[in-house]
């Protein structure tokens, strides 16, 4: 089966880092294309990064510079490394398989709160 | 504001058939392959079609995708209570060199 488990979110001051992880289970992470995809609350679905089977990685203007995605073979782990965090930032954030043309698979999501 | 237009709602009643679109451009949906989620309340999204009207495994045939020109639209027939969830459409951007998602529509069964 399946499974995509995110961790590490939770209440962080503006300015501050975390560093997201996904755990997979049930297919070989670096066989797909990965990705982030956030949502504040309330509001709709944003890509925030990509990391392709070669270890490419791609990222949206809005967040270049600031987010890392990385992922860890040995572990069949995936990562989001979040740095100089602002109020904007405050979403949850979902793990996500590509398989073909589309976002195949979905973790629950973890929740990440910027706020003093 | 997203690149991908949606109309913020839609509704119709249990039963009776719905179409949600997805308006974008030359550089994004006239270009690109097309895919729809469903996210009900709380919980992740899930795929509902992928490239442009394909459906995977588990997803009913009230469930159609289509693609004309820079429009993508999703139809929803035999609605059901449990239908009841935002959609969205995602596509890739050439100029923004990004993936995009439509803004999203709530579906309401009435």
């Known amino acids: 089966e399946v499974q995509l488990v995110e961790s590490g979110g939770g209440l962080v001051q503006p300015g501050g880092s975390l560093r997201l992880s996904c755990a997979a289970s049930g297919f070989t992470l670096s066989s797909h294309d990965m990705h982030w995809v956030r949502q504040a609350p309330g509001k709709g679905l944003e890509w925030v990064s990509s990391i392709d089977t070669s270890g490419n990685t791609y990222y949206p203007a809005s967040v270049k510079g600031r987010f890392t995605i990385s992922r860890e073979n040995a572990k069949n782990s995936l990562y989001l490394q979040i740095n100089s965090l602002r109020a904007g930032d405050t979403a949850v954030y979902y793990c996500?398989?590509?398989?073909?043309?589309?976002?195949?698979?979905w973790g629950q999501g973890t929740m990440v709160i910027v706020s003093s | 504001q997203s690149v991908l237009t949606q109309p913020p709602s839609a509704s119709a009643a249990p039963g009776q058939k719905v179409t949600i679109s997805c308006s974008g451009s030359?550089?994004?949906?006239?270009?690109?392959?097309v895919s729809w989620y469903q996210q009900l309340p709380r919980t992740a999204p899930k795929l509902l079609i992928y490239?442009?009207?394909k459906r995977p495994s588990g997803i009913p045939d009230r469930f159609s995708g289509s693609k004309s020109g820079a429009s993508a639209t999703l139809g929803i027939t035999g609605l059901q209570t449990g239908d009841e969830a935002a959609y969205y459409c995602l596509t890739w951007d050439s100029s923004l060199s990004a993936l995009v998602f439509g803004g999203g529509t709530m579906l309401t069964v009435l």
């Open positions: 996500v398989r590509v398989q073909g043309n589309a976002f195949d698979f």
């Open positions: 490239e442009n009207n």
């Open positions: 030359s550089s994004n949906i006239g270009s690109y392959y």
